[in-house]
């Protein structure tokens, strides 16, 4: 299973996908550490790959934990 972030001005967009088709679409206000731990936590499989998007910046917290 893989996460494909998208961050915007307004929103953020993740997108759970498993083998190249989406299995889960969500849009949100802020991106956040914890956030994040929870759709690990509550993935069907394993998340073995990110992709992350910004034209607003990441906060180095997010960054790390998907690293």
Known sequence: MN???D???SSA???LLENGSVT???RIER???EF???IFRQADKPIE???LSTV???EAEVENFLK
């Open 56 to 58: 607003a910046g990441v």
């Open 3 to 5: 996460i494909a972030i």
């Open 13 to 15: 967009k993740v997108a």
């Open 49 to 51: 790959q990110a992709v």
């Open 36 to 38: 994040l731990a929870d």
């Open 31 to 33: 991106l956040d550490v």
């Open 24 to 26: 889960k679409c969500m």
């Open 7 to 9: 961050i915007g001005n």
